[in-house]
């Protein structure tokens, strides 16, 4: 597909009108198999998340997760729920300043917990 007709600074609002464009555009240059290994890949990386999160007395899942998202949070015995709210938003803190690893750190059930997405 040729996209010449574009300008450099181009870029593709992230509107309801134009999804279906960006979903062609994507399928033009990934193609489904390309998203079929994006997708397994995803699964692969997050059922490996899930064994070394379970693997750790001190973290603990949100729940099984059955997509490429996991929930989990750090759970110190010696800390009670609000303490481990504030570990948890200082461990993404560290995680992204100093490892350069970006966890979301969503509010779910009224805790704190880091999400990861994996693709």
Known sequence: MNLDFLPNDAFIEPSGQNDILKLYLSLQHIGLK?????????????????????????????????????????????????????????????????ERVFFSLPTYRGKRWLRAVFY
Do not use: M
């Open 34 to 98: 390309g998203y079929d290994q994006l997708i397994n890949e995803g699964y692969l990386r997050v059922e490996e998340f899930v064994k070394q999160v379970k693997q750790r007395p001190y973290l603990e899942l949100a729940s099984e997760p059955d997509t490429n998202i996991c929930c989990f949070r750090g759970r110190p015995k010696n800390l009670d729920e609000r303490q481990c709210d504030q570990w948890n938003l200082e461990l993404q803190q560290f995680l992204l300043h100093k």
